[in-house]
């Protein structure tokens, strides 16, 4: 586990001590819980904070940080715990500010498309609410994510290829600083060009520079028709050129999601489908009746050319829901596949143009290899997961799936691409900065010590020491 040099450990027994006088039974010392909240969905080592308090306001938060602060404790927000690069472990201890119970949708703006809401509200739970405005939140990681751990993390999904992620969906934050106080930034504006862009610095910024307490979000109007399709391929490359030549048309379908055949293999037995075992793009096509059937067929004649088989439709509500239920599941389907394994998952994004080149090199390393493992991506959006199926307690797997990962890396940066389409830095990722960011890393490192000086915004992550 990597430490940043540059955490001071503080007097965290004297930060628990004041918020346990401050906050009673919402502070929590109990090893399952810090446990709990020490650990993503990762590979990566956990480790549990000191203690967790469950904030249930702005002004909790508020309070609990200007205590850690004055005793120089870190602080590692949390929201649903579904982060995947050891985000949440509490390298230097301290205390984990869980916002989950902040769950208030503070306001729907129908008329504007927009919503404003704490960081507990999940996703599915905003949706929900939202179902008979005729609008949706389109962005869907495969976990029912907070909306301030899927801002935190700069999150997307299967549906970023059409409506973006959340650096195009997030309008306006409120940030607690490091040192307790409450700032508004953003507006509810289409466009603004009002000086730097603060909002997109928060945006994926993993607590390291504040706690989001509130955010306003992009609505989008729920399509008059929605048709998804499953196409089989003879070849890994006959999808992937597929979906390269579709995204050059212009006209992107709302989701484009490529499974090979071990995915195809694992969904058919986790979630009882009868799927044809090939490389396969799972569809999706929003817009009216007739744009739909247009853009469905002009989509249907290059996978046609590319050796796809015919389109198995799924048009009814509830069946669109099973496939995509499948698709996000997919994850622990593939666990599933190697009892007592855990998935090792790589996260590069890359120009369309180069992503058939990446992805048959991380296939013919994979073939190659000594770990079973999978691909799977929203390669609509050049974005792409590898996953390898590594035994925890087998340093050899580990080490294979470390070299493997680097070697996906390596391809995606020299391309031009990126380590993380989506997934965030965390610790794990962190030895990849360098190479992706070149001294724009001193930059990063400025900014995190003008708003954070004694370092207690969740020390350890993002940035190398
Ligand atoms: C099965 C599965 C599928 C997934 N699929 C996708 C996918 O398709 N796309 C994708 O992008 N991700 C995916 N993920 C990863 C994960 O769901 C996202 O990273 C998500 O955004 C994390 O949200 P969370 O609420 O769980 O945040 P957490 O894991 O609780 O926190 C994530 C990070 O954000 C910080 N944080 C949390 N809340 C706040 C806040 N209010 N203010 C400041 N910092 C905060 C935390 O300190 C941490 O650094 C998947 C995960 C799983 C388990």
Not at 76 to 93: F, K, N, Q, R, V
Request: with cysteine; glycine share 10%.
């Amino acid at each position: 586990m990597r430490a940043s040099v540059h955490a001071r450990l503080g007097d965290i027994a004297a930060s628990i001590a004041a918020l346990e006088a401050r906050f009673g039974k919402q502070l929590s010392v109990a090893l399952a819980l810090r446990e709990q909240h020490g650990a993503g969905i990762s590979h990566h080592k956990p480790r549990p904070p000191d203690a967790v308090l469950f904030a249930a306001s702005t002004e909790d938060v508020r309070e609990a940080v200007r205590i850690c602060a004055r005793h120089d404790t870190p602080i590692i927000p949390y929201g649903t715990g579904t982060s995947m690069e050891g985000h949440l472990a509490a390298l230097h201890g301290g205390v984990c500010i869980d916002l989950s119970r902040m769950t208030k949708i503070i306001a729907v703006h129908a008329e504007d498309m927009d919503a404003v809401v704490e960081p507990g509200v999940t996703r599915e739970a905003l949706n929900s609410f939202i179902r008979d405005t005729g609008l949706f939140f389109s962005i869907d990681p495969g976990a029912n994510a907070s909306i301030g751990g899927m801002t935190a993390t700069r999150a997307s999904g299967t549906n970023a290829v059409r409506y973006g992620t959340m650096r195009e969906n997030v309008m306006a934050l409120k940030v607690v600083t490091a040192d307790g106080e409450l700032i508004a930034i953003g507006n509810r504006a289409k466009k603004s060009s009002m000086g730097y862009d603060l909002t997109r610095l928060f945006v994926g910024s993993e607590g390291t520079l504040g706690l989001i307490t509130e955010i306003t979000v992009k609505l989008h109007p729920q399509p008059q028709c929605i048709a998804s399709a499953v196409c089989a391929f003879e070849t890994m490359k006959g999808a992937v050129d597929t979906v390269i030549q579709t995204i050059q048309l212009g006209a992107p379908p709302a989701r484009m999601e490529l499974l090979d055949e071990f995915s195809i293999s694992a969904v058919n037995k986790h979630s009882k489908m009868n799927l044809k075992v090939a490389p396969t793009l799972f569809i999706e096509f929003h817009g009216s009746d007739s744009a739909v059937g247009e853009h469905a067929r002009s989509v249907q004649e290059i996978a046609a050319e590319n050796g796809g088989g015919d389109f198995i439709w799924s048009l009814l509500p509830e069946e669109r829901a099973r496939l995509w239920k499948a698709r996000h599941e997919s994850g622990w389907a593939a666990r599933e596949m190697r009892p007592g394994c855990m998935n090792w998952t790589t996260d590069a994004c890359v120009p369309i143009s180069q992503l058939a080149e990446n992805i048959l090199a991380a296939r013919a390393d994979l073939d190659s290899g000594a770990i079973p493992g999978r691909i799977i991506g929203h390669v609509g959006d050049g974005n792409f997961h590898v996953t390898y199926l590594v035994m925890p307690d087998l340093p050899h797997e580990l080490a294979e799936a470390e070299r493997l990962a680097n070697r996906v890396v390596e391809r995606a940066i020299a391309c031009e691409g990126t380590a993380s389409g989506e997934h965030g830095v965390g610790y794990g990722k962190i030895p990849h900065m360098r190479r992706e960011h070149g001294a724009g890393i001193e930059l990063m490192r400025a900014i995190k010590q003008a708003l954070d000086p004694r370092n207690i915004m969740n020390p350890g992550k993002i940035l190398p020491d």
